[in-house]
Each structure stands twice: as structure tokens, then as C-alpha cells.
């Protein structure tokens, strides 16, 4: 069983940064797709990182050089660098792993970005 724990959400001013964490747990890390996402209220979720289990990446255009993501597969963690943090970046962010049908979300860190 795949359980993924979020971390380092808070209150940031704009152009400063934060970086999230998602642990996973179980014997698989190396082999689980990852991503961030996010879900501002009355907007749906949305993609904003991924990273395969070979280590490509693709962002969402509005994050892009501004954010990254990254992963340590010794630790079972995926990580989200987040740079130039802008007022619309105020969301939660949820972690995901996917590997074969298997799909697992976190329980989502807050971020807000003050102007």
C-alpha cells in the first residue's frame, strides 16, 4: 500500500520561495511516476510537475523556469522547488505516484502567496 505525506506549504510573500516534500512509503519508489498538482478553490486541479520513473520532466507553462521538481529515490521522496512564487500560486498542492493502475494522492499542502 502506497501512502504519500506532503510537507513544507506555508505563507510566503511574492517572489519567495518554498520548497515541497512527499514521502512515500513502500519497497517501489524508483518505479512510480510522480507529480504535483494543484487546486486553487473553485478551480479544478491541475497539473503542475511531473517527473517519470526515469527521471524526465515536464512542467505546466505557467511554472515554468520558476519551478522544479525533483526526485530522491534513495529517500522515496519527490520534491517541488518553487521560485518567484506569485499571488497565483495560492493553492493546495497535492502529491501523486502512479505506477502500472495503481494511483495514490497525498493529503495536500497549503501554499499562499501574499502580495
Known amino acids: 500500500q502506497v501512502q504519500l505525506v506532503e510537507s513544507g506549504g506555508g505563507l510566503v510573500q511574492a517572489g519567495g520561495s518554498l520548497r515541497l516534500s512527499c514521502a512515500a512509503s513502500?519497497?517501489?519508489?524508483?518505479?512510480?511516476?510522480l507529480g504535483w498538482y494543484c487546486q486553487a478553490p473553485g478551480k479544478q486541479r491541475e497539473l503542475v510537475a511531473a517527473?517519470?520513473?526515469?527521471?524526465?520532466?515536464n512542467y505546466a507553462d505557467s511554472v515554468k523556469g520558476r519551478f522544479t521538481i525533483s526526485r530522491g529515490n534513495a529517500k522515496n521522496t519527490v520534491y517541488l522547488q518553487m521560485n518567484s512564487l506569485k499571488p497565483e500560486d495560492t493553492a493546495v498542492y497535492y502529491c501523486?505516484?502512479?505506477?502500472?493502475?495503481?494511483?495514490?494522492w497525498g493529503q495536500g499542502t497549503q501554499v499562499t502567496v501574499s502580495s
Open positions: 517527473i517519470s520513473n526515469g527521471g524526465s520532466t
Open positions: 501523486k505516484a502512479e505506477v502500472g493502475v495503481l494511483v495514490r
Open positions: 513502500g519497497s517501489r519508489f524508483s518505479m512510480y511516476n
